[in-house]
């Protein structure tokens, strides 16, 4: 087991603010997209004092999670509280500098308790239905005070929710980490390799949701452009990310659109 | 639903309007009924929703019914704001993010936020007024702003942006770098193909949690059968 010692405590609870915060952009507040992988995991990342375990985790779960819609009555994966959970996971047990294989212990864990993250999701919506009854009290009018108060009590149980899941999540992350050393050598392989082929199912993601082709011809567009400029050329990656919009958009046009 | 926080952003118009604390009860009252659509564009509806409590208010059109136009509105605008904003738009500014992280850019958070919040923002300020100044006309709101054309254009950068950072694998992040003795285009394409089995995965109904949880168990069974 490890030493939850004063300092991992304090760690803990940063994370568990941390998630609650920034999980209240996610429906509650403002919907700034603060909330969404690629900002919560570089932004937890960064105040727990490792910023790069955040980029890494951020982008993966950006590309996987961002065609989740919340459309309807479906309840999508609670990305932002996996986001910061799995940051902070990695944070905190690799002492601010995670190998990837720690990076991909974390997410590994984090993902497994996506089950859970939506079902805190579907008691707080249904919770949430009965908040205006509440608001319009016993006379069937309701005052200025009432619904404020209810508005801003909402606002507390989202907090709540967030903050309770990343208090639980974190510290039991912690644990197994702490076992990762004895892992043996072919685990932290396996680890590394989830990692690095993430993006792809990332990619896998998003084409399925934008596009009804497995061999869209905007992506094959963007493909080529991208090995043209950056494996031919030696362009740096994001000067060719504006030939493969431009790509984009003439593919577009070439439509009729 | 959202019935709370719309009676809660209007409780600033029905003060100004309804001097008489009974009457604005019944106003909010009014708002407190059933209400869903997608967020940025409940702005809209609250433009014209606060047009019509003045119309009615000044006696300007005493049978204005607010909750009508919300009614009315509530279900195009939600479809009409889900398919741009959550379906087009966030992957957009989601993808450019992400590229930029993958080349190796910390301020890709930062890119993130401007370009997304600089439109956000932008036309959530710009669609109350919209639905102030015309009443709640939808029609012409879709007049000034193709969405639909807007959130194709979106789907389809979205789409070339992907593709550009299959095809860019080899100049990625050494955090996202993939190893492997294949020259550079080879793992380019075996990049895209990985991609592309994974979608036919997907669309035969796996989720990308399962699909995840499988991916460990392959790299665990590589790992344990000595191939990497």
New interface residues.
């Given amino acids: 087991m490890p030493t939850f010692d004063l300092h991992t405590v304090q760690q803990v609870l940063a994370a568990a603010c941390i998630g609650g915060l920034i999980g209240l952009d996610r429906?509650a507040l403002g919907?700034?997209?603060?909330s969404?992988p690629?900002?919560a995991g570089?932004?937890t990342g960064w105040l727990l004092g490792d910023?790069?375990a955040g980029?890494?985790i951020?982008?993966i779960l950006?590309?996987?999670?961002?065609?989740?819609?919340?459309?309807g009555t479906f309840v999508p994966?609670d990305s932002t509280v996996t986001t910061v959970a799995a940051t902070a996971i990695a944070s905190i047990g690799g002492g601010g500098h995670a190998e990837?294989a720690v990076v991909g212990l974390s997410?590994?864990m984090t993902?497994?308790m996506?089950p859970v993250t939506m079902f805190a999701d579907h008691l707080m919506r249904q919770r949430?239905?009965q908040?205006?009854e509440l608001?319009?009290g016993k006379t069937?009018?309701?005052?200025?005070r009432s619904?404020?108060v209810?508005?801003l009590a909402?606002l507390i149980a989202f907090f709540l929710k967030s903050f309770l899941l990343c208090l639980g999540i974190v510290p039991a992350g912690l644990v197994v980490l702490s076992w990762f050393p004895q892992a043996p050598e072919?685990?932290h392989?396996?680890?590394i390799?989830?990692?690095?082929?993430?993006?792809?199912?990332?990619?896998?993601?998003?084409?399925?949701?934008?596009?009804v082709s497995?061999?869209?011809r905007?992506?094959?567009?963007?493909?080529?452009?991208?090995?043209?400029?950056?494996?031919l050329l030696r362009l740096?990656?994001?000067a060719?990310?504006p030939?493969?919009?431009a790509?984009?958009?003439l593919?577009?046009r070439s439509r009729g659109? | 639903?959202q019935?709370?926080?719309f009676?809660?952003a209007l409780?600033p118009v029905l003060?100004r309007l309804y001097p008489d604390?009974e009457e604005?009860?019944?106003r909010?009252?009014e708002h407190?009924e059933y209400f869903n659509t997608q967020?940025?564009f409940a702005s809209f509806v609250l433009g014209a929703a606060a047009r019509r409590e003045e119309d009615r208010a000044t006696g300007r059109d005493p049978g204005a019914d607010p909750a009508e136009v919300k009614k009315t509105l509530m279900a195009p605008l939600g479809a009409l704001g889900?398919s741009f904003f959550?379906?087009a738009f966030?992957?957009l500014?989601?993808?450019?993010?992400?590229?930029?992280?993958?080349?190796g850019?910390?301020w890709?958070?930062l890119l993130?936020?401007v370009l997304?919040?600089a439109v956000?923002?932008g036309l959530r300020a710009t669609l109350v007024f919209a639905g102030y100044a015309t009443g709640g006309d939808a029609v012409a709101l879709m007049a000034r702003y193709n969405f639909t054309?807007m959130a194709?254009?979106c789907?389809?950068?979205?789409?070339?942006?992907?593709?550009?950072?299959?095809?860019?694998v080899?100049?990625?992040d050494q955090?996202?770098?993939?190893?492997g003795p294949l020259p550079?285009?080879l793992l380019?394409a075996a990049?895209?193909a990985?991609?592309?089995?994974?979608?036919?995965?997907?669309?035969a109904g796996a989720s990308?949690?399962k699909?995840?949880?499988g991916?460990?168990a392959l790299?665990?069974g590589?790992?344990?059968g000595?191939i990497?």
Wanted: hydrophobic share 60%; glycine share 10%.
């Fill in positions: 429906t919907q700034f997209m603060i969404q690629v900002v570089p932004l910023l790069e980029l890494i951020g982008g950006e590309l996987l999670w961002v065609m989740d819609l919340p459309i994966a990837l997410l590994l993902v497994l996506v949430n239905r908040i205006p608001a319009l069937g009018r309701p005052t200025e619904v404020t209810w508005h909402g072919s685990f392989h396996a680890m390799l989830f990692v690095m082929l993430l993006p792809f199912l990332g990619a896998a993601a998003m084409v399925r949701r934008l596009s497995n061999r869209d905007m992506l094959l567009i963007g493909f080529l452009i991208g090995v043209v400029c950056v494996q740096p990656v994001l060719a990310v030939f493969a919009a790509g984009g958009w593919g577009v659109a | 639903m019935s709370l926080g009676s809660f409780i003060r604390r604005r009860s019944a909010m009252a407190m967020p940025y889900d959550w379906g966030k992957p500014a989601g993808v450019v993010a992400v590229v930029a992280l993958m080349a850019a910390w890709a958070p993130y936020l997304y919040n956000h923002i054309r194709r254009v789907k389809a950068l979205s789409l070339a942006i992907i593709g550009c950072m299959l095809g860019s080899t100049a990625w955090g996202f770098m993939p190893f550079g285009i380019g990049g895209l990985a991609a592309m089995g994974m979608t036919v995965l997907l669309r990308p949690v699909l995840m949880l991916l460990a790299c665990l590589l790992a344990l000595g990497i």
